[in-house]
């Protein structure tokens, strides 16, 4: 038989490595083993950049249904998905986006309740990880230490905010599509982005200094699926979307790499003034916000989640992949 | 299949329109049952429905029609409008049809002011349609220049359709917004050359003011001074600080809605008048929104029904001809135009088309003007033509009809495919300016 | 005029001026930026949300004054009954869909308030719910006005067959 699954995120094709993925990944290889090792067939129809579900509406939209398969980030979900954005709560880790990724999926292995709520809450099942790679700070104008970026508006979207409030910059919701015209303009004079985004989105005409603060790769992007639609497909096909769904994750963290380095490149070759932080100035900066993962973690508890336990079990993950903190966060 | 259902639902939504629905409740109905149709589920069709209903428009960007339909209504109502169009009347006296003219070049500044033609369209259907009307024009004639020159908001930077592209086709904003420039300038230019042929061939479309047959008083012309330069200085504070970096496109239109209800109170308008216009602003806002709501809701119905390999299928079974490839373009965007939003066009066809024409040699940059002049011509086109209906919700006059608006808009809508080809054909007019800019 | 039609005007005329409160709100922020390096916080999330709000505050009397967007195309060339049905089925479309979007909000307003939905972070955190309610209660008021359209069609009290009476009249302040 041949089935038809609609699969879509809110972020266009292109500059968004998750959704690139999900595309010329994802999407192909789910159709050529269908194809090949079974006999069925699989269509799909593909909705990216918003055009079936925004951005902030990918998983409602999963759960009831209109889209079959979507891939979101857990920080567009900050009240349904508030444990799942544990990197965020915690940066400095890992620069490496495999590293990251690993460590995320152990941390998911070790609380199955991250896992669950996806199916008993939102009827959905998690079929892999994806992330954003290495986070870095780009500004319209030069700094040099943390104290040039007092009350500097900065924008930013979710959960990384409060790593400048912390640092003492004044922090700007927003959203990646308005960030050009909002750095032209003056509305903030600095953006928190990764180097692919910062390059696909352009922001380096209007804000040239592009800082290697290295806030870490973060892994709270993940691919899911409508667990009815699951199940109404044959076992063997089952299987394999669940099996693409890991070779999803698996390969995140090189196709996260590839773009980190590419981004760097791109922004040299574009002109963009690249400099990087001194150790000190990190680890001061790390060292500020040394109460956010038990603030965080306590929040979580709060809500009744295993606040402090996925944030426990991620220190130690980051601890086990040989990476070294700048400063050594603890949750008690 | 879902490709079917597609056709199904199109063939019903002109048919609701024709018997008279509501525009957006036509569109609503359309794409609750497409999407019901498909999935077989009702939780999924309304929630489609209820998702977008929510989502469409709780962008900070959309804020700018509410606030431009308010400042376009202190202005006309305060007759500053007047003023300026008086003021034109009298030193463009040899000007056929100036005051259509003034229209244009009115809407080619406004358009270096906001990115969303929607808004221009509101604001001139309150600022010049007044005056034309009051003039004598004929209604069609002075209908379509303010439904076509709305156009040129999207072409001549900032433009939220510009940005959109660039971000799908990863080219550079900067360097489209300045590539959008000498287009926008021919094509206004265009549209002032045919105001002035066609009012050279048929006068009486638009008479000119009748010669004062008593001198203006020293308080008159003061006052009519007021309104003229508090006009152009409200122009200039709202450029000017776009340009400076003083304040993004979204937040000008704050500014010019505080700007115009200065120049309300210094002409004289006092609390009833105030009362009335923003009571009255506020009356054109809501079914444009509901219909920026629900042109979103069916542009889902397509995307889930597969509109986009059905759009690719049809490129696939097409051969090579490259004319015939740029006619099946452009013919699908002036389709989906009549039907829905710009911004989900975009979102639609862009990440097919591109690669299409970076295949056939066009360069990128003259793709994307050529596309959004091709996509703004649909935005005129009958039946759904969102300008059109825009204007026809905000034109204070209700013996307006929408045949008229559509009527008065066509040479304007062939007159953009036109500007489309020569961009096209020449593309150094949009690849120029931004190769020694960057 | 009836009382709905007056608590459409009323909740019109808020709207409204909420409308030129956001452009004080524009120009506060832009001006505490430019001059004092201290932008009002939250008028991000404060304009997107109020975008939608009164795009549903100001829906009621849009259909009370016939303000909704339609073609007259082919009723222009029908007898009146015939007219009189085709809006009636036209409003009975409209019921549908708002009662269809009353039945969605209704579900997502009450998750939201039940697990305290919110967006932004940090600072900055918007709750969902009241924009979510505002969308589900004029929902739920814009199928009655279609509904009390309809009665006003059948009973003759409609003027120029769109407008219901006193929708349209000017605003006096006392
Ligand atoms: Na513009
Ligand atoms: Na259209």
């Not at chain 2, 926008?184 to 003011?209: C, D, N, Q, R, T």
């Not at chain 2, 009527?407 to 150094?428: D, M, Q, R």
């Amino acid at each position: 038989d041949d089935f038809t699954l609609r699969i879509g995120a809110g972020h266009p094709n292109g500059p968004a490595v998750y959704v690139a993925d999900v595309a010329d990944f994802f999407v192909p290889e789910v159709v050529r083993r269908v194809e090949e090792e079974t006999d069925h067939t699989i269509t799909f129809v593909e909705g990216y950049g918003g055009s079936i579900a925004g951005v902030a509406e990918t998983l409602e939209s999963v759960e009831n249904g209109i889209l079959d398969i979507g891939a979101y980030c857990a920080c567009f979900e900050p009240a349904k998905l508030f444990l799942h954005n544990f990197p965020y709560y915690a940066p400095f880790g890992p620069q490496d986006s495999d590293q990251q990724i690993t460590a995320a999926r152990a941390v998911y292995d070790q609380v199955p309740w991250l896992e669950e709520q996806f199916t008993s809450e939102y009827g959905q099942v998690l079929l892999g990880l994806h992330g954003w790679d290495n986070y870095h700070l780009g500004t319209t104008d030069p700094w040099e230490t943390v104290d040039d970026l007092q009350g500097v508006k900065i924008g930013g979207a979710g959960p990384n905010l409060p790593w400048l409030e912390f640092a003492g910059a004044t922090p700007v919701q927003s959203t990646l599509p308005d960030g050009y015209l909002s750095l032209q303009t003056g509305v903030y004079n600095g953006w928190l982005m990764f180097p692919s985004a910062y390059l696909g989105f352009r922001f380096y005409e209007p804000a040239p200094y592009y800082t290697l603060i290295g806030f870490g790769a973060m892994g709270v992007n993940v691919l899911t699926m409508n667990e009815r639609s699951l199940n109404n497909l044959p076992e063997d096909v089952q299987t394999i979307i669940r099996e693409v769904g890991a070779a999803y994750e698996a390969q995140a963290g090189a196709s996260l790499n590839a773009r980190q380095a590419s981004g760097l490149t791109g922004l040299e070759e574009a002109g963009a003034t690249i400099s990087e932080i001194s150790a000190e100035v990190r680890s001061g900066w790390a060292e500020s916000l040394a109460s956010f993962p038990s603030q965080q973690a306590a929040e979580a508890d709060g809500r009744g989640m295993p606040g402090t336990e996925v944030m426990q079990a991620y220190l130690n993950a980051v601890g086990e992949t040989g990476y070294e903190w700048p400063y050594e966060y603890t949750v008690e | 299949m879902g490709g079917d259902i597609v056709l199904w639902m199109l063939g019903l939504l002109i048919l609701l329109i024709l018997l008279g629905t509501h525009i957006g409740v036509a569109l609503a109905v359309c794409s609750g049952l497409g999407v019901f149709l498909m999935l077989g589920s009702f939780e999924a069709a309304i929630s489609i429905l209820g998702n977008t209903a929510y989502e469409a428009v709780r962008k900070d960007v959309f804020v700018v029609i509410p606030l431009f339909v308010l400042m376009g209504d202190f202005i006309s109502r305060s007759g500053a409008a007047g003023d300026l169009y008086r003021i034109c009347d009298r030193t463009l006296k040899r000007l056929p049809g100036r005051l259509a003219i003034a229209t244009i070049a009115g809407n080619t500044v406004f358009a270096a002011v906001t990115g969303v033609s929607i808004a221009a369209a509101a604001a001139f259907s309150r600022i010049a349609y007044p005056e034309m009307k009051r003039a004598g024009y004929k209604r069609t004639f002075a209908l379509g220049a303010v439904a076509g020159s709305a156009c040129l908001g999207m072409l001549i930077p900032p433009s939220v359709l510009l940005i959109v592209w660039a971000i799908l086709t990863e080219l550079s904003v900067g360097a489209l917004f300045i590539a959008g420039i000498i287009p926008g300038v021919i094509l206004a230019l265009m549209f002032a050359a045919y105001v002035i042929i066609s009012v050279a061939h048929k006068p009486e479309i638009a008479p000119s003011f009748k010669a004062e047959l008593v001198p203006l008083t020293r308080a008159e012309i003061r006052s009519e001074l007021i309104g003229g330069l508090g006009i152009l200085g409200l122009i200039m504070l709202v450029i000017g600080g776009i340009w400076q970096g003083f304040f993004t496109p979204t937040e000008a239109a704050g500014f010019g809605a505080i700007g115009a209800f200065i120049i309300g109170l210094i002409k004289g308008m006092r609390g009833a008048e105030i009362l009335d216009a923003i009571y009255q602003a506020g009356r054109t806002t809501a079914p444009i929104m509901f219909l920026l709501i629900t042109a979103q809701m069916y542009s889902r119905l397509l995307a889930i029904g597969g509109a986009v390999p059905f759009i690719q299928g049809l490129f696939f079974n097409l051969g090579a001809e490259p004319w015939m490839i740029i006619a099946l373009m452009m013919v699908i965007w002036i389709i989906l135009g009549m039907l829905v939003d710009s911004v989900s066009i975009i979102l639609l066809t862009v990440p097919i088309f591109a690669p299409i024409a970076a295949v056939l040699g066009i360069d990128q940059v003259a793709f994307a003007i050529f596309g959004i002049l091709v996509i703004e011509a649909g935005l005129l086109t009958p039946p759904f033509g969102l300008l059109v209906y825009t204007v026809k919700g905000a034109v204070p006059d209700p013996s307006v009809t929408l045949g008229e608006i559509f009527i008065g808009s066509t040479p304007y809508f062939v007159l953009i495919l036109l500007a489309a080809l020569i961009v096209l054909f020449i593309p150094s007019l949009a690849t120029w300016l931004p190769s020694i800019m960057f | 005029m009836g009382v709905p039609i007056k608590l459409s005007r009323g909740i019109h005329l808020i709207s409204a001026f909420w409308t030129m409160a956001l452009a004080l709100l524009i120009f506060a922020d832009v001006m505490g930026r430019q001059l004092f390096g201290a932008p009002v916080p939250g008028t991000k999330e404060i304009l997107q949300n109020s975008v939608v709000s009164i795009a549903f505050l100001q829906l009621p009397l849009a259909i009370y004054s016939g303000s909704m967007l339609r073609t007259s195309v082919f009723a222009d060339a029908v007898p009146a009954l015939f007219r009189r049905i085709l809006r009636t089925i036209s409003a009975l479309l409209g019921i549908g869909v708002f009662i269809a979007l009353v039945w969605s909000t209704s579900d997502s307003f009450i998750d939201a308030y039940r697990i305290g939905e919110y967006e932004g972070e940090g600072s900055l955190r918007v709750p969902t719910w009241p924009v979510r309610g505002a969308v589900l209660v004029m929902s739920a008021f814009t199928a009655f006005a279609y509904l009390h359209m309809i009665v006003l069609d059948w009973r003759g009290k409609l003027q120029n067959e769109i407008e219901a009476p006193g929708a349209m009249a000017p605003v006096h302040i006392h």
